[in-house]
């Protein structure tokens, strides 16, 4: 299945074969590992908040800073798993622990340690947000915590628009153009605990050039429908806010990572009337927005 630009290869195979693979080359496996475990290594470990119900913590035997070449890192899901690899590998192990089933090491892989794993290694940058496709060009949708990011991501792809990431946006910086990297094909529009969501067939296969990102904003619900450019402080703190996987020891990346994408990719916020009514003319004014902007966008660069 496709997974942050890459192929995610889990041994033993799943019995489901609902499976998209990638045309990329590197191949992340998962397979299992019955010998090692966290007290044969001499680690560090931080403690996250409660997760999905779980006590989960990171941990990796040497102080957190910058990843080196052949770090050890353990991501342990309390009474479920323990995930761990070595820093420069395309290779996930586990250890089972007393509860663990196959469907919650491939929840727990693709939601959240993939991420995790990605942005330790600084491959990619994640915000928390939807990503779909509008004539080709992806565009964020990004909000405050139940402001209906997932309730838009799943009313464009029932309109047929091409899925990017239902929650977790991987943007890749090559050289300070930034690409919006496909996620895994499944969505969660209800936010069920550890469920895999829906497999969607309409998803994205290669990264593509951020087209802009939509902050949406919960109005009354006759209030009409608007959409203004985000600029100075104001960008910035709606990038900031979106931000995913915030690692303190990797904080002076994220805040320069963020800094170059605001002055790279446009920021508007959209006026969403609260009325599940009022949806078709919401998706309408951004659609229509985003071809107007990207228009501009165009005629600027030539």
């Known amino acids: 299945m496709i997974a942050y630009n890459h192929y995610i290869k889990f041994i033993p195979e799943f019995k489901n074969d609902k499976k998209v693979k990638s045309t990329f080359i590197d191949t992340i496996t998962v397979k299992e590992n019955i010998s090692t475990t966290l007290e044969d290594k001499l680690l560090n470990k931080l403690t996250f908040a409660n997760n999905q119900g779980r006590d989960i913590s990171l941990y990796s035997d040497i102080e957190f800073a910058h ?84 309730t838009m991501t799943d009313f464009f792809i029932k309109q047929g628009h091409t899925m990017v990431s239902d929650d977790k946006v991987g943007i890749e910086n090559r050289n300070d153009s930034f690409y919006v990297v496909p996620s895994h094909p499944h969505q969660r529009p209800y936010r069920a605990k550890e469920d895999l969501g829906f497999f969607i067939e309409n998803i994205a296969a290669n990264p593509k050039l951020v087209n802009s990102i939509y902050e949406l904003e919960q109005a009354n619900k006759d209030d009409e429908v608007k959409i203004t450019e985000l600029k100075g402080i104001d960008k910035f703190k709606s990038l900031r806010y979106a931000s995913e996987i915030n690692l303190y020891f990797l904080k002076p990346k994220r805040l320069e990572f963020l800094l170059k994408l605001a002055k790279k990719v446009k920021v508007y916020q959209v006026c969403v009337p609260w009325d599940l009514d009022r949806q078709h003319e919401v998706y309408n004014t951004i659609c229509e927005h985003v071809k107007v902007s990207t228009h501009f966008q165009l005629k600027d660069t030539k």
């Open 67 to 150: 990843t080196e070449e052949g770090q050890f890192w353990a991501f342990e899901v309390k009474d479920i798993m323990t995930l761990f690899w070595y820093s420069g590998r395309l290779e996930l192990e586990y250890t089972k622990h007393e509860n663990f089933t196959e469907s919650l090491l491939e929840y727990w892989c693709l939601h959240i340690v993939l991420p995790l794993f990605f942005t330790i290694e600084e491959t990619y940058h994640f915000l928390h947000a939807g990503a779909v496709e509008i004539e080709g060009s992806p565009i964020l949708f990004a909000a405050h915590s139940m402001g209906g990011k997932s």
